[in-house]
């Protein structure tokens, strides 16, 4: 069992790192009490091996920031969970400037100015800072390379953490999906429609299937585009994106996005890659 202990300053960016380590396949818990950590802890080490690696997210406004973080490093230490502590800091003009753009109340101001809060906080948590076994100075750190900061720190994802794609069909004439990070067009190919043996069918069925894949062009396209997306998916993973939705389009989501669909699951579902399809218009005719 693997324990890390994210904190640091308001808005360093706990929460990017929280995210981060979530998406490497850390179980994160949000501001536990001090008092259940070691609870939470030994209940993951029984739990036959599905969480081996815990975080816990803690905050100034937690209790923990007394001796009662010291006392729960120690009572996990003793018991073999020596957990590594991520401080996450930043300048405070960077911190200042962070507050304001988000129009929000340092949690230590109090009646006093954004400043008070931020000199408050850092007095209060640099016994943690020294004790910390990662420090990270946020203060000239995007999103991305924050993200790279933690994943050097505590590791890539765990293998068994695939990058996940959904791949969906669906047809123009019902509007494209919301949620498509990327949309690819079929109706280039001839319409199995308007073959009177085939306008019944599906493109899950091998009838359908074998027309629209052996049409002209077919197999180049899918050739060239299953190439762009593992260029495409790689660069995702290294921006800290492990989620991707494609859509593939035809006219009414029945034939040709079905089959294209189902093709490009079998082409590029791998061992860094776990895909799903999801047929939105099928049947809706």
């Known amino acids: 069992m693997q324990v890390a202990i994210v904190s640091g300053l308001s808005g360093a960016g706990r929460s990017t790192a929280a995210k981060c380590l979530e998406d490497m396949g850390w179980f994160v818990v949000d501001n536990l ?30 209790r923990a920031f007394t001796m009662d973080l010291a006392a729960v490093i120690k009572d996990l230490d003793a018991k073999g969970y020596r957990p590594r502590v991520l401080f996450l800091e930043a300048s405070d003009a960077a911190l200042i400037r962070r507050y304001e753009a988000n129009r929000r109340k340092h949690p230590l101001q109090g009646g006093g100015r954004l400043a008070d ?43 068994e953490r695939k990058a996940s794609m959904t791949v969906v069909s669906f047809g123009f004439k019902y509007g494209l999906p919301l949620d498509a990070d990327l949309v690819i067009d079929m109706r280039f190919l001839p319409n199995p429609h308007w073959i009177p043996e085939l306008r019944d069918h599906t493109g899950l069925e ?42 593939v389009g035809c006219t009414g989501g029945k034939h040709r996005s079905v089959a294209v669909a189902e093709e490009l699951k079998r082409r ?9 399809v999801v047929h939105r218009d099928l049947g809706r005719e």
């Not at 906080?121 to 800072?129: D, G, M």
């Not at 899918?222 to 790689?234: P, T």
């Not at 590029?268 to 799903?276: H, N, P, R």
């Open 33 to 62: 009490p001090p008092e259940l950590i070691s609870t939470m802890v030994d209940l993951g080490s029984r739990t036959s091996g599905d969480v081996t690696r815990i975080a816990i997210v803690l905050d100034v406004r937690s």
């Open 117 to 159: 809060g931020v000199a408050s906080e850092r007095a209060v948590l640099e016994p943690l800072r020294q004790e910390a076994d990662v420090v990270v100075d946020t203060s000239e750190l995007s999103i991305h390379q924050l993200r790279a900061e933690v994943e050097r720190a505590f590791g890539h994802a765990s293998p």
């Open 206 to 247: 091998q009838e359908v299937s074998d027309y629209v894949l052996s049409q002209e062009g077919a197999a180049e396209f899918l050739d060239r585009y299953v190439g762009l997306i593992d260029l495409i998916s790689g660069g995702y993973r290294r921006e800290g994106k492990r989620y991707l939705t494609l859509a």
């Open 268 to 276: 590029l579902d791998a061992d860094t890659l776990a895909v799903q």
